[in-house]
Structures are given as structure tokens and as C-alpha cells.
Nanobody
């Protein structure tokens, strides 16, 4: 089992920046990939970004490319999401997730590829 705890969300004006982080504990040696998803009120959870734990390959949804950067610190078992040029439509609860299977990257956008989830951190972007 892996436990995930997010932090670093908040309220920011449009054009501003935030850097949520997610700390993993437990079976961290079994992690293959980590990702950020987000869910706005009344909408489905959507993929934002992912990173492979060993080699650091990164994946992004089109709407955040060039604005968001995912990174990880293996020694701290922590993944970060640097968010810049934030827009009101980025407002959502942001969830961290971890994949414990090597095949995760084939369908990295699918929530079903991830085995454990954090409780989320709220990001609100005001116009």
C-alpha cells in the first residue's frame, strides 16, 4: 500500500503560479509512475500530467503544455506540479495518483491505471 498526501494548493489570481506537491509513503519501492489529475465541480476527473518514477519521462494534457511542469524528487518520494500562467479554467481539486504496474504508461491518461490516490488539494484561480 502507498499513502499519498498533497499540499500546496490555494487561491491565486489569473496569471499567477502555484506548486502543489505530493509525498508518498509505504511501498514506494513499487512505484512506476505518478500523476496529477484534476476535477472541477460537476465534471469528470481529468488527466493533467504524469511522470515515470525511474527515468523521469513526462506526459501532459494539451491544455497545460507550456504552462505546467511535473517533476519528482526520488530521494524524498515527492512529485511536484509547477503551475504557471494559471487561468480560471484551471480551478479544480488536484489529485495525486501512483501507478504500481509497469504497464501504466500505455494508458497513462486513464484513472484506472493508478492504484492509489491522495485526498486532493484545492486550486482556485480568480479572474
Amino acid at each position: 500500500q502507498v499513502q499519498l498526501v498533497e499540499s500546496g494548493g490555494g487561491l491565486v489570481q489569473a496569471g499567477g503560479s502555484l506548486r502543489p506537491s505530493c509525498v508518498a509513503s509505504g511501498r514506494t519501492s513499487s512505484m512506476y509512475g505518478m500523476a496529477w489529475f484534476r476535477q472541477a465541480p460537476g465534471q469528470e476527473r481529468e488527466f493533467v500530467a504524469a511522470i515515470s518514477w525511474s527515468r523521469g519521462y513526462t506526459y501532459y494534457t494539451d491544455s497545460v503544455k507550456g504552462r505546467f511542469t511535473i517533476s519528482r524528487d526520488n530521494a524524498k518520494n515527492t512529485v511536484y506540479l509547477q503551475m504557471s500562467s494559471l487561468k480560471p479554467e484551471d480551478t479544480a481539486v488536484y489529485y495525486c495518483a501512483v501507478a504500481l504496474r509497469g504497464s501504466w504508461s500505455i494508458n497513462y491518461r486513464r484513472p484506472e491505471e493508478y492504484d492509489y490516490w491522495g485526498e486532493g488539494t484545492q486550486v482556485t484561480v480568480s479572474s
